[in-house]
């Protein structure tokens, strides 16, 4: 029976009825007795108190919130889980789902909302926190009619880009019960005294439990692959092994892919689990490889769907090891028998140190497996230059002890480490064991998302404005100094606000000072980045009629939005080699080329106009000096040289850093959709987002639509979006378990107007590798099929016979120079013919070919078949 049904069928006269039907429904239906934290956790629920449940990974922790959830819905009030990643969140909505019903669960991301008044809604931090500060009236200070609160891995209330968002529900929503829960929260009597204070309720501390699978330690001063190879002789697998760096972490799998991970039996199983999964090529083909062998590879670079791949291959035991970063230690349900650390050092942006106990302790955690395992194993290497030392150590003595005549063998030379190294030791292991995990750090901010949710749509009384920004600035956990910058902040912010028309004030008839919006915004306008109001202000300097302008407005979204910094790096890194093949072509001196390369970067369009631009924009609105205006071209880049997702990824040979390249362009297609204003979206602006959106959900649509799926709460569509994300039908068999990993791929020609985008700039590409007469692009594009390097030179013969160029400008990218003809379609055709344009205007010359739609489908992209190049007619 579910708790839903126990909820519809019982009435409960108190909160102990409740606690014990939920008691025994985890014995009946789970099979599971609870541990003293986990009673302790729940009666402290059941008495009206806020619960810190700060309990070693593995002890039970996601049953005390379903538990806590129950209490709050039999005494009929609304309750919310909210955790730092969306894959936690959507893994907890369909648990949820399964346990209380779809009609008593709710989902709000970013992105949409499923069912979002339920009485249970999950979300992310961020969203509680903008709902905490929407609804804050006095009648009804927690968010949505929300009275229980439930916040997991509450560590992220330390990090320091989001810790705001799991403060801010403290701050504001003081009649909420509060469980906070996690692993690794240190010492927290300061914040359950605060907590108390806030609301009026006891805080009930559960912490200090004894893990129910316990861990083991050990250094071990050996290679990676050895320690791996005992491992699956000793049956202690599945094993991660944590890197803080993703390329090591992709050059170790590869280096452990000539050990047999796994036997003939489990590879074939491992095929079968993956069934039509497609690969890209460029990394997917290295993974396809790696994952068919049993190994595995997580990190953040990787696209979505690999990463959700690797994990269900995980779940159901078939990958043996998994070489990744510390990605796989927030929350996400996969069993590890043994965690391997390759370094008990990383780098945090700024520099090499040593892992902190809240760190260490979080990936630890990850080790053995309740249910599985009867204990787990935690395993540091020793740094590479120390086992060098110990082989070579090991090796003099043996050739000492083997020497004749009591001859003294020489002794190894040891091998120094590399300079800047920041050293570890066994000692550094023992020190983090013992190690509790450090204090919380309140990471407070001020942004410009929160002064608008404060002020919010339609008029705001500006005394009641003040009051929730006082709350949110001066009784916050943070040093009174930080307290200060804070105020000083949220007033800068307001003034860029009202200097940019985006607020105003003025009074009522009683005299009352009114704040409201001036601007009539989209229901899902966003101003998310800090220099949104200048994009909105930079918009109005554009010129519609040029025909530049649906790429300019790209140019100036894309420079209020954070640096992909692997992208940038990749352009400059080839932009400086062309500059020195040029320099060296022209007879420049190394020393003044040297000189000359200084000046050469990625390339940043518009960025003079946008520099004269803010300057002006400072002159009225100083704070925005704060933030740095980043003139890029990403989007940009890849329409004018006509590339798809594999072009640009192969032409900056950013095949590691696909999931950073995928989530930028989803970035920027979110920001132009919701930023630009309806009426600055020309039609070719509409088409660019049209195929950048589509150009996203082919490669992976979990970054843009996943959630488009779950629009219905009844049952067939909650399986459909279990399939789209990976965590496979509820209750379904083998059969249907294999078909979630491997979704069928959303069809390319769904979108007509984003695939002709795409059907042109693929041509246009062809049109510009002819203008430059690269004839191995173009063999490299056509010669699969049959229209080849000769082809191609002798058919631009005879175009450069009457013609000196082929012109690539704007004009010459106008929609109206492709004709398409799809009287064939119903025999899976469609012909095209693309005019070039000569210097003289003629429009004589051509590409004609086929579109081949299946292979098309099949690709996620147009497959051409090039017929002729020639004079037309």
């Known amino acids: 029976m579910s708790l839903g049904t126990i909820l519809a069928e019982s009435g409960f006269a108190s909160a102990d009825d409740a606690f014990a039907a939920f008691e025994a429904w985890a014995w009946e239906e789970r099979g599971l ?7 302790e956790a729940l009666l402290g629920i059941a008495l009206g108190s806020n619960v810190i449940l700060s309990t070693p990974t593995g002890t039970g922790k996601s049953l005390v919130a379903m538990g806590a959830h129950f209490t709050a819905l039999a005494e009929g009030r609304r309750t919310v889980y909210t955790a730092p990643i969306k894959a936690l969140v959507s893994e907890k909505f369909f648990e949820l789902v399964d346990v209380f019903g779809a009609e008593q669960v709710g989902m709000v991301t970013g992105d949409t909302a499923i069912n979002p008044e339920a009485p249970i809604l999950c979300c992310t931090a961020e969203i509680l926190a903008n709902l905490a500060i929407r609804d804050r009236d006095a009648d009804n200070p927690a968010a949505g009619g929300i009275t229980q609160v439930v916040m997991d891995e509450f560590h992220f209330y330390a990090e320091p880009e989001r810790g705001w968002a799991w403060q801010v529900p403290l701050l504001l929503m003081r009649r909420a019960q509060f469980l906070l829960m996690s692993a690794t929260l240190g ?14 309720r006891d805080t009930a501390q559960v912490t200090g439990v004894e893990r129910p699978v316990p861990l083991s330690f ?37 280096a452990l892919a000539s050990i047999r991970i796994v036997d003939r039996a489990g590879r074939d199983e491992i095929a079968a689990a993956i069934g039509e999964f497609r690969f890209s090529t460029g990394f997917g083909t290295t993974l396809s490889r790696l994952v068919r062998s049993g190994i595995g590879v997580h990190h953040a670079g990787m696209l979505p769907r690999y990463r959700r791949l690797v994990e269900q291959l995980a779940q159901r035991g078939l990958l043996r090891v998994i070489c990744g970063t510390d990605t796989l230690g927030v929350g996400i349900n996969v069993p590890i028998r043994t965690v391997v650390i390759t370094a008990l050092t990383k780098f945090d942006g700024e520099r090499m140190r040593r892992l902190s106990a809240r760190e260490f302790h979080q990936i630890a955690g990850r080790a053995g497996r309740a249910g599985y395992d009867t204990e787990g194993d935690v395993i540091a290497l020793a740094p590479e230059h120390e086992v060098e030392n110990a082989r070579a150590a090991a090796k003099a003595a043996a050739k000492a002890a083997s020497a004749k005549g009591g001859k003294k063998a020489k002794p190894a030379k040891k091998k120094s480490p590399p300079q800047g190294f920041v050293a570890w030791s066994e000692q550094t292991l023992e020190k ?14 001020v942004t410009h998302a929160m002064v608008l949710g404060v002020i919010g749509r339609g008029e705001q009384r500006e005394g009641e404005a003040l009051a929730t920004m006082r709350t949110l600035v001066f009784d916050t956990h943070e040093p009174r100094a930080a307290q200060y910058a804070h105020a000083r902040t949220a007033i800068g912010i307001f003034r860029t606000l009202r200097s940019g028309g985006i607020v105003e004030v003025h009074e009522d008839a009683a005299g009352q000072r009114l704040l409201r919006l001036t601007v009539e915004l989209q229901a899902n306008f966003a101003l998310n980045q800090p220099l949104s109001p200048f994009a909105l202000a930079a918009i109005e300097l554009l010129d519609p009629e040029s025909a530049s302008y649906a790429l300019d407005v790209i140019s100036v979204i894309e420079a209020t939005l954070e640096d992909p910094r692997a992208i940038l790096r990749a352009q400059e890194h080839r932009a400086r080699g062309e500059a020195v093949a040029a320099m060296k072509a022209e007879g420049i001196e190394y020393e003044e080329r040297m000189e000359l390369l200084e000046a050469v970067t990625h390339p940043q369009p518009l960025k003079e106009l946008l520099d004269e631009a803010f300057e002006a924009y400072t002159a009225e609105v100083p704070w925005a000096r704060d933030f740095q205006l980043r003139p890029k071209s990403v989007v940009r880049d890849m329409v004018e040289r006509a590339f798809g997702f594999r072009d640009l990824v192969s032409f900056y040979q950013l095949g590691r850093a696909e999931g950073t390249v995928l989530r930028y362009l989803s970035d920027a297609f979110r920001a132009i959709e919701r930023t630009v204003p309806e009426q600055s979206k020309t039609p070719e602006l509409e088409e660019l987002l049209d195929w950048l959106g589509e150009l996203v959900r082919q490669v992976d649509s979990s970054l843009i639509d996943e959630w488009e799926q779950l629009a219905s709460p009844d049952p067939e569509a909650l399986d459909r979006a279990r399939e789209l994300l990976g965590l496979g039908a509820g209750g379904a068999g083998a059969a249907e378990a294999a078909a979630a990993i491997a979704p069928p791929a959303r069809s390319v020609l769904a979108n007509e107007r984003a695939f002709l ?13 002819a203008a430059f007469e690269r004839y191995g692009e173009l063999a490299e594009l056509d010669g699969p099929r049959g229209f080849g390097e000769q082809r191609w ?5 005879g175009y450069y016979a009457e013609y000196d160029e082929i012109r690539i400008d704007a004009e010459a990218r106008n929609a109206g120079l492709l004709e398409i003809d799809r009287s064939d379609a119903a025999s899976g055709q469609w012909r095209f013919r693309q005019v070039l344009l000569d210097p003289a205007g003629d429009r004589d010359w051509g590409i004609e070919g086929v579109v081949e739609l299946a292979e098309s489908e099949a690709e996620g992209e147009p497959v051409l078949r090039i017929e002729r190049v020639a004079p037309l007619g």
């Open 33 to 39: 007795r609870l541990y003293p934290a986990q009673e």
């Open 187 to 200: 010492d927290v009597t300061e914040l359950a005294a605060d907590l108390s204070r806030r609301t009026g």
């Open 218 to 254: 050990a250094y071990e001063v050996a290679p990676v692959h050895e320690v791996v190879e005992r491992l699956i002789e000793d049956r202690q697998t599945p094993a991660y092994l944590v890197h803080f760096n993703q390329s090591h972490a992709v050059e170790q799998a590869q």
């Open 432 to 445: 983090l064991v013992a190690a509790q995990p450090e204090p919380l750090v309140s990471r407070m901010r």
């Open 757 to 769: 985008v795409m059907l042109r700039n693929a041509l246009f590409r062809r049109v510009q590798a």
């Open 793 to 797: 030179r002798d058919a631009l013969a």
